[in-house]
C-alpha cells in the first residue's frame, strides 16, 4: 500500500442526527486526511469549517409525489453527482463516508460511478429512503438500531450503535445552580424545540415542583410563551450546549425521539417520556421511541393523545416511586453502545483499505 494517507470524503449535511455521529467518527480516523461535503446555510457551515476542508453542493430532498418540483430536484441530483464525481477524481479519494440524508444520494452515486468504496451510517431504526434506495451499492451500511436490518434486504449490515460526542461519555459536571440532592427533570424538543411539548410541560410544571422536582427546560427559538411560566426552581432556556452534563444529571426527560436524542438518552443511562414528533418522515421517530419502550426504557405518548393531566400523573408517579426510574435507567443503559465511534471507524478503515490493497498491481 502506498504511504500517502487515505483520504475521505464524508458526506454529512443538516442536523445534529447527522453531523455528530459523523464527527464522532471522523475524530477516531485522524491519520487519515478528511474533507467535507455539505449544503449551503445549513449546520455544517458553523461546525465543519474550523474542522475539516467542507465542499458544498446544492442537493434537495426528495418529494413523495410526482410533480414538476419532482423533475427539478432530479435534474439537481444528476448535476450534484457530477459535480460530486468531479471532487472525487480531483482529489484522489479512497473513498466516502455517509450518514443518510438526501446529500448521501449524489455522494453514492458518485463514489460509485468511480468504483470507489462507500460506508453508510443509519441512525434510525425506520432507515430513510435514500438508505433504502441506494444500501445494496454500498460496501457496508452501519446501523444504530437492530431492527433497522428488516429494512435493508440485499445490503451487508452491520449493527454498531450511533455515536456520540466524546462529553456524553465522560462524568461532565451541571454548571447549572442545581441542588445535588432533588430529583431533576429535563425537557428537550430536539434542536429547534417542540412548542406542542413545551405548551403541555408548563400546564404540569407547577404539580411538579410541588412534589419537589427542579426543571431545566430548553424552548427553542421560536416558542412565543417561552418566559410565561415563571418559578425559582424552573429554569427555562432557548439553547443549552450542555446536554452531556443535564442528561447525566436528569432523574427523567421529557423528549422528542430523534434517533440522536436516544443514543445519548442510552448512554447517560437517563429515564424518559418520549413525545415523538408526529410529523417527521414516515413517522421515524415513533419507529425510534417504540424501541426504549420495548426495552422499559420510556414510556412513549403519541402527541396527539397526550393530555396534560396524563403527563402530569406519569410523572408525579414516578417522583413517588423513585425505584422505577432506577430499573428504566438500568434499561435505558442495556440500550447503549458506548464504543459505537470506536466500531464505525474499524468498519471505515477496513473497507477502505481493502479497496486501496486490491487497487495494488
Known sequence: MSNQP????????????????????????????????????????QL?????????????????????????????????????????????????????G???????????????????????????????WFSRWCEVVAVGFQHARSYLPGARVVWVGTPVRQTFLTPTPLDLPIPPE?????????????????????????AWLDAGAWIVHQTGENDPDANSFEHPHYLSLPFYDNMAGLFQRANLAISRAGAGTLTELAVTRTPSVLIPFPFAAEDHQSVNAAG???????????QAELTADRLKAQVLQWLN????????????????????????AKLVRDSLEKAARSSTP
Open 102 to 132: 438526501y446529500i448521501a444520494a449524489p455522494a453514492i452515486l458518485a463514489a460509485r460511478s468511480l468504483g470507489l468504496p462507500v460506508i453508510l451510517h443509519e441512525s434510525n431504526a425506520l432507515p430513510g429512503k435514500v438508505t433504502r
Open 6 to 45: 487515505i483520504k475521505l470524503l464524508i458526506a454529512a449535511s443538516g442536523t445534529g442526527g447527522h453531523l455528530f455521529p459523523a464527527i464522532a467518527t471522523a475524530e477516531q480516523l485522524s491519520d487519515y486526511q478528511i474533507e467535507w461535503l455539505g449544503v449551503p446555510h445549513r449546520m455544517e457551515t
Open 48 to 100: 465543519i469549517g474550523d474542522r475539516y476542508p467542507l465542499h458544498t453542493i446544492a442537493v434537495e430532498g426528495f418529494q413523495t409525489r410526482l410533480g414538476l418540483g419532482t423533475f427539478k430536484i432530479l435534474a439537481r441530483l444528476l448535476a450534484s453527482t457530477f459535480q460530486v464525481r468531479r471532487l472525487l477524481q480531483r482529489g484522489h479519494f479512497n473513498g466516502v463516508f455517509t450518514t443518510g
Open 292 to 302: 426504549f419502550a420495548r426495552a422499559g426504557a420510556a414510556v412513549v405518548y403519541p
Open 321 to 344: 416511586q423513585p425505584q422505577i426510574l432506577v430499573e428504566m435507567s438500568e434499561n435505558a443503559g442495556q440500550l447503549a453502545v458506548p464504543d459505537s465511534s470506536d466500531r464505525l
Open 182 to 206: 432533588v430529583p431533576l427533570i429535563a425537557v428537550v424538543g430536539g434542536s429547534q424545540g417542540a412548542v406542542a411539548v413545551n405548551q403541555l410541560v408548563r400546564q404540569c410544571a407547577s
